[in-house]
């Protein structure tokens, strides 16, 4: 578990608080069918090439507690570097292709990389590159387009739940004005219960489309990891540069 908090924590190390407006949200009151609601979410898609993101954060599981900043570079569809600093420098780095995820961090000197294989069991939902970009983007994790969903109204948000499979439940929550997404878990039941929840409180307009401001992830197995996040600035389509490689001398760690 702690070995993977790591790498769950630069994963989740991006949203945003900027000088751009808060987006106004509206609760939803009429009840919509599931196509309706997924077709106004995937109207928010963004269109950039690439995206840069500074941000501030805040970690903390039942043995410890961090704040740090993160610097996050993302070339659509194509490579996600996460860079996370502590009184200014690097502290750890993490590279997330469609084909793998790789990091490091240097206060035990340790590196993994891998496929997404270890992380989908953990998470208890089959995960890829693209989905992981879509926790960035404050998009569903899962396309919506392929699943078979029901959709009421609770507490003021549009609500889709897939039906349980393999004793995984699903939920999706949106706001009425845009159908931006509010929060998303997922909980797996059994034996090795765990759960994933990510909430967006608020969300800011770009030029290139809507991004979150804010992300709380709460992840829980056996223990429970909150993770808070707060993006300081977004640019977008800048010619960026993705540097990443292991340092010499460090030890790889496998995850179970």
């Known amino acids: 578990m702690k070995k993977i908090t790591v790498l769950l924590l630069l994963i989740a190390l991006a949203s945003c608080k900027s000088k751009q407006a808060v987006v106004a949200e509206q609760s939803a009151t009429a009840d919509k069918g599931a196509k309706a609601v997924m077709e106004g979410h995937y109207k928010n898609r963004k269109d950039f090439r690439t995206l840069h993101i500074s941000a501030g954060a805040n970690y903390k599981d039942s043995k410890q507690s961090h704040s740090m900043s993160a610097d996050i570079r993302i070339k659509k569809d194509e490579i996600i570097l996460i860079s996370v600093r502590f009184l200014g420098i690097t502290m750890a780095k993490a590279?997330?292709?469609?084909?793998?995820?790789?990091?490091?961090?240097?206060?035990?000197?340790?590196?993994?990389?891998?496929?997404?294989?270890?992380?989908?069991?953990?998470?208890?939902?089959?995960?890829?590159?693209?989905?992981?970009?879509?926790?960035?983007?404050?998009?569903?994790?899962?396309?919506?387009?392929?699943?078979?969903?029901?959709?009421?109204?609770?507490?003021?948000?549009?609500?889709?739940?897939?039906?349980?499979?393999?004793?995984?439940?699903?939920?999706?929550?949106?706001?009425?004005?845009?159908?931006?997404?509010?929060?998303?878990?997922?909980?797996?039941?059994?034996?090795?219960?765990?759960?994933?929840?990510?909430?967006?409180?608020a969300h800011k307009e770009y030029n290139k489309g809507i991004l979150p401001s804010e992300i709380k992830i709460e992840a829980e197995q056996k223990d429970r990891v909150y993770i808070s996040v707060d993006y300081n600035n977004v640019t977008f389509d800048e010619d960026l540069s993705f540097p990443y490689s292991i340092p010499e001398g460090f030890e790889q760690i496998l995850i179970d």
Request: hydrophobic share 35%; aromatic share 14%.
């Open 95 to 201: 590279m997330i292709t469609p084909e793998k995820v790789s990091y490091y961090e240097k206060i035990n000197n340790t590196y993994f990389e891998g496929n997404y294989a270890v992380l989908s069991r953990w998470l208890g939902t089959e995960l890829d590159y693209n989905k992981v970009q879509n926790i960035f983007l404050g998009e569903t994790i899962d396309n919506l387009e392929k699943g078979t969903y029901q959709s009421v109204i609770e507490n003021g948000l549009y609500k889709l739940m897939a039906k349980q499979k393999n004793q995984i439940t699903k939920q999706f929550y949106f706001e009425g004005a845009n159908y931006l997404l509010k929060e998303q878990a997922i909980e797996q039941a059994g034996q090795e219960a765990r759960r994933l929840t990510i909430k967006y409180p």
